[in-house]
């Protein structure tokens, strides 16, 4: 009786050999942080235009919101069932807390905005008027709506203890701020170009706004840095990634240079001349500051090292 012969593999001898590294979270991307972008800058313009009643940057902040959004989640997720079943944790997921702050900010704003579409499409009798108190609930329930919409994203990264750069309580901060500075922008752009009714708008107000919230941003980023500098060998890697390394050239150029340092001097320079051309110069460095510090936090939170 024949017997086979079972041929055993042939590995290389590695001796002691092993390899240490960072590793880098490869999930969230150019379209998480582009849901970032759209939802803090769309609830950022209608808080903004709504503490006012500015009923057409509102309305535009709304559509930025909830369609941008919205749209750039479920291209993210693939599958809209995926998008269903995430509301099912809000008692432990920011992530169900933010899509029932959007579900509710999508009717009560559609509710608060109501008398303006109404006037718009030229419907005399609106179902919700200006001044009732199904009006003024909606108002105030859309912008509580609006500011978990804004924080929310700082929140759920904050909680990700696996990544350094993350958790920290300074994200949720940042996030307001940089909401806020772009919704004063948006709306100064707007009033600039007489759109709208933009009597409502106490401007010289907002234009401080504005100007307050790009200098709150620099010595926020500078504190943020600096922490995560001189915190965990992992965080001390993300923030070097962000002033020396591969993303320096998005953080250092774009964000800082750019998104802040540029709009400051162009604000001092629209005071002293208030030439009509310098405003969407503003909004443009504002966007492009915005949009890249959400994209390079997400790029640049690394694990602590394995080996392998």
């Known amino acids: 009786m024949e017997t086979t012969k079972f041929k055993h593999p042939d590995f290389d001898i590695i001796e002691d050999m092993f390899v240490v590294g ?93 008398p303006f579409l109404s006037q718009w499409i030229g419907i005399k009798y609106a179902i919700v008027s200006e001044g009732s108190s199904i009006w003024l609930l909606s108002k105030g329930i859309s912008l509580f709506a609006s500011f978990v919409l804004i924080t929310y994203d700082g929140f759920l990264m904050s909680v990700n203890q696996s990544i350094p750069l993350w958790n920290t309580s300074i994200l949720p901060i940042l996030c307001l701020t940089y909401a806020l500075l772009g919704g004063s922008t948006f709306v100064s752009f707007l009033h600039q170009y007489n759109m709208g009714n933009p009597s409502v708008l106490n401007i010289i107000y907002v234009h401080n706004i504005e100007t307050f919230f790009v200098v709150f941003n620099m010595i926020l980023i500078f504190t943020y840095v600096y922490t995560m500098y001189c915190s965990t060998i992992a965080a001390k890697k993300s923030a070097m990634l962000l002033i020396k390394g591969r993303y320096m050239f998005q953080f250092m150029g774009l964000t800082i240079t750019v998104g802040l340092i540029l709009i400051l001097g162009l604000l001092y320079y629209f005071n002293k001349s208030d030439l009509r051309y310098i405003i969407p110069a503003i909004v443009i460095a504002e966007l492009i500051g915005d949009f890249t510090i959400k994209y390079v936090l997400l790029r640049a939170g690394v694990f602590y090292p394995e080996i392998y």
């Open 22 to 114: 960072y590793g880098t979270q490869r999930q969230w991307s150019l379209l998480i942080a582009s849901a970032f972008f759209l939802g803090e800058l769309g609830a950022g313009i209608f808080v903004v235009s709504g503490f006012y009643n500015y009923y057409l940057g509102a309305f535009i902040g709304f559509l930025v919101a909830t369609l941008g959004k919205g749209i750039a989640h479920l291209m993210y997720l693939g599958r809209p069932e995926r998008f269903l079943r995430a509301f099912c944790r809000p008692k432990s997921s920011w992530i169900s807390r933010g899509l029932i702050s959007i579900v509710v900010f999508n009717v009560f704003g559609g509710l608060y905005l109501l």
